[in-house]
């Protein structure tokens, strides 16, 4: 069983910066592929960025590419978003999730394929 359980959200600025963090918890977690989604009110959820296992490679939603950095260490079982530029239209609850599928090399997006949740973090972005 894995266990995720973010913090870091809070209320910033357009413009501002906000770094977002997740701990897990489960023995092989670390062999898991990791990802940040985040759901605005009256929304679907959506992915923002996701990190393969070994952090060889990332995707980003195109709304948040070059202003987004997700990053793991797997030594401390810790996944991590770097929000910078942030814009109103980020606000959102931001959620990290895990895929049990061990090893893999590719990041996947979809959201039906990721087996663990946490409980969210909220981020409000004023303008």
């Known amino acids: 069983q894995v266990e995720l359980v973010e913090s870091g959200g809070g209320l910033v600025q357009a413009g501002g910066s906000l770094r977002l963090s997740c701990a897990a918890s489960?023995?092989?977690?670390?062999?898991?592929?990791m990802g940040w989604f985040r759901q605005a009110p009256g929304k679907e959820r959506e992915f923002v960025a996701g990190i393969n296992w070994n952090g060889a490679s990332t995707t980003y939603a195109d709304s948040v590419k070059g202003r987004f950095t997700i990053s793991r260490d797997n030594a401390k079982n810790t996944l991590y978003l770097q929000m910078n530029s942030l814009k109103p239209e980020d606000t959102a609850v931001y959620y990290c999730?895990?895929?049990?599928?061990?090893?893999?090399?590719?990041?996947?997006?979809?959201?039906?394929?990721?087996?663990?949740w946490g409980q969210g973090t909220q981020v409000t972005v004023s303008s």
């Open positions: 489960g023995r092989l977690v670390s062999l898991y592929s």
């Open positions: 999730a895990a895929d049990r599928g061990p090893y893999r090399t590719v990041v996947i997006t979809t959201i039906s394929e990721y087996d663990y």
